[in-house]
């Protein structure tokens, strides 16, 4: 009886040894997937707070460029108001010109009469067309304007977009780590999470060899490192088209490549799609 007493006790003291490391166990997987939460939500914070910070830096420049279009839009109206005026007075000066005429009887002081108004309506034709042509310039700075504040609002809206994933990512992750109360596997404990960047254009895919033969080849004349575009030589005027790809050499070395994406007659700008290095003032453009 004594005998059978003392494996009873053994088998006892056996199984709670095992509980006790089984309980431990427990505990330490379940200490590891609380740090692991924890960890992840502070990078998780810290993405957040840098985008939030890149949302108020676009809002701020969204606003200036606001600002510019008022600015642009009260120019043109003064213009107008201005061209209005001198309309105006161009058609009094008509209208007095004809009652000196019904006035004058002498030709030669008709004539004297007349040779001076055809000089005051030649000056207010050249003014009217100075104003339409400065009116023009305004319209068109207006216009690209607008465009920028446009392509502003787009960036903004993406911001928005990913700020509002962030929070659903975080609680994803609490969600999961709360649900498990055993050791995780080796697949389910790499949990990682990777943001999407915010890409103001993106690259078309363009194809990494390089031409054999070029048609048309430039220069850069700025680089805007912010925006990630160039300005490039070649315009209109040289054939170039929205789209086009050209591929940046420095000493017959490849760089990479930028897309065209606003033309004037001489200029181009372009977004960089591919840059292995830096560009720079005076790098040449081929297609």
Aim: contains cysteine.
């Amino acid at each position: 009886m004594t005998g059978k007493l003392k494996v009873i006790i053994l088998v006892l003291v056996v199984l709670l040894a095992i509980s006790f490391f089984i309980i431990f166990g427990i505990q330490n997987s379940r200490l590891k997937l609380v740090r692991e939460y924890r960890e992840t939500k502070q990078t998780l914070t810290q993405r957040n707070e840098e985008l939030s910070r890149r949302l108020e830096r676009a809002l701020a420049e969204n606003q200036t460029h606001q600002d510019r279009l008022g600015i642009l839009q009260e120019d043109l109206e003064r213009i107008s108001s201005e061209r209005d005026h001198l309309q105006q007075k161009f058609e009094l000066v008509n209208k007095e010109r004809e009652e000196l005429l019904q006035r004058v009887g002498s030709y030669g002081q008709l004539q004297e009469n007349l040779d001076s108004f055809q000089d005051t309506n030649q000056k207010l034709q050249e003014q009217i067309a100075t104003l339409e042509q400065a009116k023009l310039t305004l319209e068109a700075r207006l216009n690209e304007a607008t465009q920028d504040k446009e392509n502003f609002e787009q960036r903004i809206a993406q911001a928005k977009q990913i700020l509002k994933k962030e929070p659903a990512m975080a609680g994803y992750v609490y969600v999961q780590a709360q649900a498990q109360e055993r050791p995780l596997t080796q697949q389910g404990s790499e949990w990682s999470v990777d943001l999407p960047p915010i890409v103001v254009s993106p690259p078309p895919q363009v194809d990494t060899g390089v031409k054999a033969s070029f048609s048309l080849t430039g220069k850069i004349l700025n680089v805007n490192t912010k925006y990630a575009f160039v300005v490039i030589d070649l315009g209109q005027q040289m054939g170039v088209r929205n789209g086009m790809v050209f591929d940046v050499f420095r000493r017959n070395t490849l760089l990479g490549r930028v897309e065209v994406i606003q033309l004037r007659e001489k200029i181009a700008a372009c977004n960089i799609v591919q840059a292995d290095m830096l560009f720079k003032t005076g790098d040449t453009v081929r297609y």
